[in-house]
């Protein structure tokens, strides 16, 4: 079993079922908390526009290989091909299209909870399926927080992200005034990184001192496109249909009064990300932020013997589609050798 739907999820599919060993893959269900949490069932790519660091992809016209490769019942869900290279959904429908191609079969549906402490291990469904198996990989990734303001969402893709390195390349961000909110190493790290392709940085913290580490809170204070807007948090994202992000309304935190308007074309939250591990119910060991715990270095093992992590549900560092392709491959070789050393074929 591979609960999740991501690149990881559909990496360790392709690998598993090419391998013969009849993966079924629980890829989330449809639902209305789903949409809201931004975990529908194609992951986190699903919810962007252009991926231009995934590699294979080089810009280009795809129409007529995405007509030809993917099923023609989702092919007509989808948006049209903007031409350009690939899109965050074409890419994972490609990615699911090729599982399915090798016999993976696909369950739309959510684990709402798991038994690891009998073998065969033990999945429970939103939808009442019960399932049993004798290896899982979980990779249910994480999702970005945001403030949870609606401009954030009228503007999702349009200028406000939650990823510098996946977006800050972008000619829309090249150049202009951007936002970046958060006062952890992340938005250390974000503010730095865009600072690469930004005209400036404006780097808004809720408190008068960063809760970052010193040697990367001192690298943005002395970084000369980085101004830091402390005491003062957003309370809107400002923009329209025309040009997306046009900058932020801020309010002072100590006086609630005080209204400050920036002119910015891009919106970057940077305040953490919640892995999805809460259906695991402490059966797995985490880390101090709810990540699961890889228990061997370079191994996708887990504090269970033949439960597997992948993606970004065990990685908090590196966060991307390849890196999370990678680990799905890892986990689909690392269940394959383990059933095969327990004589489970
Ligand atoms: C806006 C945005 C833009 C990005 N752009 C890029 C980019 O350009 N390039 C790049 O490399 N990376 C990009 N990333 C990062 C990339 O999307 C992630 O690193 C990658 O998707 C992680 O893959 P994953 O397989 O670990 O899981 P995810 O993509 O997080 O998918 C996991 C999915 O599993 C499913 N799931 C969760 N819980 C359950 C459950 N209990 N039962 C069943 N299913 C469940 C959900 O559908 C969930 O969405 C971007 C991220 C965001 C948010």
């Not at 250390?188 to 040697?215: D, G, N």
């Not at 001192?218 to 309370?235: C, F, G, M, T, Y």
């Not at 919640?274 to 191994?299: C, M, S």
């Amino acid at each position: 079993m591979i609960i999740g739907s991501g690149p990881a999820a559909w990496a360790a599919a392709i690998y598993a079922s090419r391998a013969n060993l009849h993966p079924l893959v629980i890829e989330g269900a449809i639902t209305e908390e789903n949409r809201c949490k931004g975990t529908l069932p194609l992951g986190q790519l699903a919810l962007t526009t252009e991926v231009e660091n995934y590699p294979g992809y080089a810009a280009g016209k795809l129409d007529a290989y995405l007509d030809s490769a993917i099923d023609g019942d989702r092919r007509k869900y989808m948006p049209p091909h903007a031409g350009h290279g690939i899109s965050g959904p074409e890419l994972m429908e490609l990615m699911r299209q090729q599982a399915v191609n090798f016999g993976t079969e696909v369950l739309t549906d959510d684990v709402t909870e798991v038994n690891f402490r009998r073998h065969p291990f033990e999945l429970h469904c939103l939808g009442g399926r019960r399932i049993e198996s004798h290896s899982v990989i979980v990779a249910t990734g994480a999702r970005a927080n945001y403030l949870g303001l609606p401009s954030e969402d009228t503007f999702k893709n349009r200028g406000v992200s939650a990823c510098a390195v996946c977006d800050g390349a972008l000619p829309r961000f090249r150049n202009k005034p951007l936002v970046v909110i958060g006062g952890g190493d992340s938005a250390m790290e974000e503010a730095t990184y865009l600072s690469k392709f930004a005209s400036t940085v404006h780097l808004v913290h809720r408190r008068e001192a960063f809760r970052a580490s010193k040697i990367m809170a001192d690298r943005v204070l002395a970084n000369p496109k980085i101004q830091v807007k402390w005491n003062s948090e957003v309370d809107e994202v400002l923009g329209n249909d025309q040009h997306g992000v046009t900058g932020v309304r801020l309010r002072n935190t100590k006086d609630q009064a005080k209204h400050e308007e920036l002119s910015a074309s891009g919106y970057f939250a940077a305040i953490g990300h919640t892995p999805n591990t809460d259906f695991l119910q402490g059966q797995l060991e985490l880390t101090d932020k709810r990540y699961i715990k890889w228990t061997t270095a370079a191994r996708t093992y887990t504090s269970i013997e033949g439960v597997f992590a992948a993606g970004d549900v065990a990685d908090d560092y590196y966060r991307q589609a390849i890196t999370a392709a990678g680990s799905g491959c890892m986990a689909a070789l690392d269940a394959e050798r383990w059933l095969a050393a327990k004589g489970f074929h």
